[in-house]
């Protein structure tokens, strides 16, 4: 079965400071990657995906993220974060062998500090 | 607007009574899906389904039970047998080869 890691749970950053948060899911032949943000007591809102072609994905709101396949990772990357950005931050694999079901990570819960 | 709703926002049930949640899309999408999410754990699959009056058992399913009589609805019922009942409950959609999933507000369930 497909399994996701953030392996960041929460990431404090100052405004305007660029910010990484890390995906990497369980080797397969061919996967969908998603980044969703999820701001509290609300539902989740896709910020990027990755499908096919060019490994670097932009997204909504400055953020991007890069694929890359022979370390089954898929980062997101913000260059200058608002406080706005604070929210939690959920990476999710869709595995096309297994019925394209999404499996979620644990999700990485940015603090954006003025 | 197109879009998922979710009802009520929150909810609170007394133990052992079963309890059942709205999920509505108007997105004309074919598959929809029930996920729970506890604090630090991401969200789990409980049910989905991809056609009308068909669905599966997600990763998590025991004490929850689904129906999909419509396109439109998939409403989730969470049964006394649930033992750890209390959580967040999100409703998603999707269509499409991309299978992106849309979201629902979601349904915040307290049973004490």
Known sequence: AQS???LD???PVFEEAPVELRCNYSSSVSVYLFWYVQYPNQGL???????SG?????GING???EFNKSQTSFHLR????????????FCAVSDRAAGNKLTFGGGTRVLVKP | DGGIT???KYLFRKEGQNVTLSCEQNLNHDAMYWYRQDPGQGLRLIYYSQIVNDFQKGDIAEGYSVSREKKESFPLTVTSAQKN???FYLCASSTGPSYEQYFGPGTRLTVT
């Open chain 1, 4 to 6: 996701v890691t953030q």
């Open chain 1, 9 to 11: 749970s929460q990431v």
């Open chain 1, 45 to 51: 809102q896709l910020l990027l995906k990755y499908l």
């Open chain 1, 54 to 58: 060019s490994t670097l994905v932009k």
């Open chain 1, 63 to 65: 953020f991007e993220a």
């Open chain 1, 78 to 89: 913000k260059p200058s974060v608002h406080i706005s950005d604070t929210a939690e931050y």
């Open chain 2, 6 to 8: 979710q009802s009520p």
């Open chain 2, 85 to 87: 009942p209390t959580a």
